[in-house]
Structures are given as structure tokens and as C-alpha cells.
């Protein structure tokens, strides 16, 4: 990083931008050190760098509490809806599954399915309304069941290929760093 190239400047308390003429302006001087100078500072006329990073960031998923353990709620069946994100557990894994087939970037999940697993697909059953995951393996007679499955491979790939992706589009934030140190 340049110091030529930083907008805004955070340390301690002082958040300061910098200005047209290559200067500085305090934008506080009174944040908390508990605060985000992305939530108490960003504004489109101040610092429109760090709205857009804010927004940005905004648009990412942490899936933190995403189980993979013989009794995973991704490995039950699941009542079939509608599913365009994947829950946080990933208790909706068969449906958001199904939605990236029918809504989805279909062919980028077989492409990741295929670079985890060569020669398998995924497909999802539906039983009275109760959708279940299943994988086909080449070389094995019949298709796994999610309550078969290994890890949490196929998890991450539907979170990572949900039919409404997450922000991945670091471009607009290009003209420069935005810095906090304590």
C-alpha cells in the first residue's frame, strides 16, 4: 500500500479522508473504538469509497455454522420450496439445490461438482413434497444419499453457486485503500 493511495485514514478515534488537494479532513474525531468507521462514516458525499466498500461487503455470506456431522440438517429431507440462498445452517440445502437447477447457474454446479468429484452428479428426489439430495458416483450401482455423503464439499459448492450468487465483484472498489488502525 502507498500512502499516495489511501483515502481514508482511521487511528483510534480520528477517522480523517482525504481531500481534492491531496490533503486531509477529519470527518470525527469521537468514534467509539467499539464503532465501524464503515457504519458511522461512510457517506456518499464524504467518502464514497467507503460507501461502496461498505455496500460491497454488505452483499457477503459467512456460513459459519454449516454442520457436517452424521446428524447435519443438510443430510435429512427437507420440505421442498423455493430456495434462491442457502440457510446459514444449511437445513435447506435439497431445495436451494433444486433452485440453482431450475433458476440457477445449473452447468456451473455440475462443473463444480465434477472438478470435486470426477464423473459424479447430483440430482435431487422429491418424495410428497419432501426433497432429498443424492450424488452418483461412477462406479457405484446406485446414487449416494445426502446422509451418505462424506463432507461438506457439496455444501460449499451450493453456497458458493446459490441462485443469487454472492457479491464477488471487487472492481468498484479501485481507486484506492481505506486504512483503520487502533
Not at 19 to 24: L, Q, S, V, Y
Not at 68 to 79: H, K, S
Amino acid at each position: 500500500m502507498r500512502p499516495s493511495a489511501l483515502l481514508v485514514d482511521r487511528r483510534g478515534s480520528v477517522v480523517k479522508v482525504r481531500t481534492d488537494d491531496g490533503g486531509w479532513s477529519i470527518v470525527t474525531s469521537a468514534l467509539s473504538t467499539f464503532d465501524s468507521m464503515m457504519t458511522h462514516c461512510a457517506d456518499p458525499r464524504n467518502t464514497p469509497e467507503m460507501l461502496m466498500l461498505r455496500e460491497h461487503n454488505r452483499g457477503w455470506r459467512f456460513y459459519d455454522q454449516l454442520r457436517t456431522d452424521a446428524t447435519a440438517p443438510a443430510r435429512l429431507p427437507q420440505i421442498g420450496t423455493h430456495t434462491p440462498v442457502l440457510d446459514h445452517d444449511g437445513a435447506d440445502f435439497a431445495a436451494a439445490l433444486q433452485t440453482i437447477v431450475e433458476i440457477g447457474d445449473a452447468d456451473a454446479l455440475s462443473q463444480s461438482v465434477a472438478d470435486a468429484f470426477p464423473g459424479s452428479s447430483v440430482e435431487v428426489t422429491n418424495t410428497d413434497g419432501w426433497f432429498e439430495a443424492q450424488m452418483q458416483q461412477h462406479g457405484l450401482l446406485r446414487p449416494l444419499k445426502a446422509a451418505e455423503l462424506s463432507d461438506g464439499t457439496l455444501l460449499l459448492a451450493v453456497a458458493e453457486r446459490g441462485a443469487l450468487p454472492p457479491t464477488t465483484d471487487a472492481g468498484a472498489i479501485t481507486a484506492g485503500y481505506v486504512r483503520s488502525r487502533e
